[in-house]
């Protein structure tokens, strides 16, 4: 059973600060990960993709992926109340040419308090 | 570029009904898939799409269904509905294994 796993927070920061999501997977041939946002109500967004060992950043976000570990992270620097949400992290395992199966973790709730 | 549509946005159902739902991708884009995401399990793959033939799917019963068309338009039936089925049906539109999704089908089933 391929899994994905979260600690579903409530995760509280206060504005300005950093707020480090974190999640592991269970399958060693996952391939693709993937940080999504969800606000209440809403459809979950792409944030961050990451294909390879180390960190990448865009803007505010920064993943980081350890694939020896199992681990992929996401910081948010200089969190905004705007950022709270709920945080999906997501993992592709490319069997037979099919891209299209993510698992989802069950989110990280983070609220960013001003 | 237009994003994903998908319609309709809501659905009231009872028991024992079916539920045909539809997905619009990105234009150029022809991977669609299909998630059920409720407050309990979370967001869970229900199948995916590729050129009109279906390359994967998830652990749901046979009551759960789709297609696609030459399109690249998909479309998802439930038959039999029960109370359970009652979730968030999102329809992602893939670019290699980054997917993009719709704003989703609201599904209420009474």
């Known amino acids: 059973q391929k899994e994905v796993e979260q600690n579903s927070g409530p995760l509280s920061v206060p504005e300005g600060a950093i707020a480090s999501l974190n999640c592991t997977y269970s399958?060693?041939?996952?391939?693709?990960f993937f940080w999504y946002r969800q606000y209440s109500g809403k459809s979950p967004e792409l944030i961050m993709s990451?294909?390879?060992?180390g960190d990448k950043e865009d803007g505010r976000f920064t993943a980081q992926l350890n694939k020896a570990s199992q681990y992929v992270s996401l910081l948010i620097r200089d969190s905004q109340p705007s950022d709270s949400a709920t945080y999906l992290c997501a993992v592709n395992v490319n069997y037979g040419g099919s891209q299209g199966n993510l698992i989802f973790g069950k989110g990280t709730k983070l609220s960013v308090k001003p | 570029k237009a994003g994903v549509t998908q319609t309709p946005r809501y659905l009231i159902k009872t028991r024992g009904q079916q539920v045909t739902l539809s997905c619009s991708p990105i234009?150029?884009?022809?991977?669609v898939s299909w998630y059920q995401q409720t407050p309990g399990q979370g967001l869970q793959f229900l199948f995916e799409y590729f050129s009109e033939t279906q390359r994967n799917k998830g652990n749901f019963p046979g009551r759960f269904s789709g297609r696609q068309f030459s399109n690249s338009r998909s479309e998802m039936n439930v038959s039999t509905l029960e109370l359970g089925d009652s979730a968030l049906y999102l329809c992602?539109?893939?670019?290699?294994?980054?997917?993009?999704f719709g704003p989703g089908t609201r599904l209420t089933v009474l």
């Open positions: 992602a539109s893939g670019s290699g294994s980054t997917q993009y």
């Open positions: 234009s150029g884009h022809r991977s």
């Open positions: 990451i294909y390879s060992n």
């Open positions: 399958d060693r041939g996952s391939q693709s």
